[in-house]
């Protein structure tokens, strides 16, 4: 079945994000946004939870993150960890190997060469092996509170699907929500668009039929839908 508005109306910026905050009320959080409410808010901590997250489902990456930060939750206590033990704690997330001995590299880094402070700019953190552009966003985002866009598949897959944007990969989807999209919700859009992506625009049949943004949205790609 195909879900069509009879008229699209003028894609409104502000009314998408007011629309957002009550279409996934009632979903799990983002899985750095859940941490963060869960005490773990510290930029390390984000660093560490967002590394953990690549590639692993939220559910998952809670678990795990939570594991951890209960034996070792500073940089100090984390570059001190034997790495079979750190692995043994990452046991769930994908790639435990390389992750903790990434992890256990940078928490090194951060006590041996900059006085036990996470750095605060994209270039800074991704100095870091396994630190890429996401993760450096998100710990800037929810660890920092400095606007960033953390644009992972469900931000990439919602706004072309919106024709907010048109790009091919999440990479290009980010520089071009850096020229279009409001500073102001440059950290929100993650934090709404991944429960809003994971239960209501999914991947394939998105739920159009219960979506509050079906007026305003172009529907690009979309062949079928529920």
């Not at 043994?88 to 951060?110: H, M, N, Q, V, W």
């Not at 394939?204 to 172009?218: F, Q, Y």
Request: charged residues 25%; contains cysteine.
């Amino acid at each position: 079945m195909s879900v069509q508005p009879a008229t699209l109306q003028d894609f409104d910026i502000d009314e998408v994000f007011r629309l957002l905050r009550s279409a996934v009320a009632p979903y799990p959080k983002a899985a750095m946004f859940e941490l963060r409410d869960r005490g773990y808010s510290a930029p390390f901590q984000q660093l560490v939870a967002s590394l953990i997250s690549a590639r692993t489902r939220d559910e998952t990456s809670l678990e795990v993150s939570e594991r951890l930060f209960a034996v070792a939750s500073t940089p100090a206590a984390m570059a001190a960890l034997p790495e079979e033990r750190l692995v043994a704690l990452l046991y769930g997330a994908t790639f435990p190997e390389p992750k903790a001995r990434d992890i256990r590299e940078l928490s090194r880094r951060i006590v041996e060469e900059l006085d036990g402070e996470v750095p605060d700019t994209p270039d800074g953190l991704m100095r870091f092996h396994g630190v890429g552009p996401k993760i450096a966003a998100l710990t800037l985002a929810v660890g920092f509170g400095i606007p960033a866009l953390a644009v992972d598949i469900h931000v990439h897959r919602v706004t072309n699907r919106w024709g907010y944007v048109s790009a091919r990969t999440p990479e290009k989807t980010m520089a071009a929500l850096l020229a279009v999209l409001p500073k102001r919700y440059w950290v929100e859009i993650n934090e709404r668009l991944v429960p809003f992506g994971k239960w209501i625009c999914t991947g394939e049949r998105p739920r159009c039929s219960a979506c509050p943004l079906l007026s305003m949205c172009a529907r690009v790609g979309v062949t079928e839908s529920r």
